[in-house]
Nanobody, 121 residues
Framework: QVQLVESGGGLVQPGGSLRLSCLASGSIFRINVMGWYRQAPGKERELVASFTSGGSTNYADSVKGRFTISRDNAKSTVFLQMNSLKPEDTAVYYC???????????????WGQGTQVTVSS
């Protein structure tokens, strides 16, 4: 069984910073893509940032220049550094991983439980 556990959310004032972490644990043979999505109330879940299968990064236009995704492959962990936060960044942030649990299985999508980020004065 695979688990994605996020941490680092919270309440921050506009212009502030937060760092989210996501640890993938359990039966993991190979990770294809790993990244962050968010869902604000009344809106659809959207991609925030991710690593592509080739190792490059991909960002939503709304966060470019403010958010940075990074990873520690040895620890199957991905981070999201969020700077210059705005009220419109308020959402539940979800970690996502597309991975093979074992050599014999295909790639599957896994999601964390989500962590709340609230940007408000």
């Amino acid at each position: 069984q695979v688990q994605l556990v996020e941490s680092g959310g919270g309440l921050v004032q506009p212009g502030g910073s937060l760092r989210l972490s996501c640890l993938a644990s359990g039966s993991i043979f190979r990770i294809n893509v790993m990244g962050w999505y968010r869902q604000a109330p009344g809106k659809e879940r959207e991609l925030v940032a991710s690593f592509t299968s080739g190792g490059s990064t991909n960002y939503a236009d709304s966060v470019k220049g403010r958010f940075t995704i990074s990873r520690d492959n040895a620890k199957s962990t991905v981070f999201l550094q969020m700077n210059s936060l705005k009220p419109e960044d308020t959402a539940v942030y979800y970690c996502n991983a597309n991975l093979k649990p074992t050599y014999w299985t295909g790639y599957r999508d896994y999601w964390g439980q989500g962590t709340q980020v609230t940007v408000s004065s």
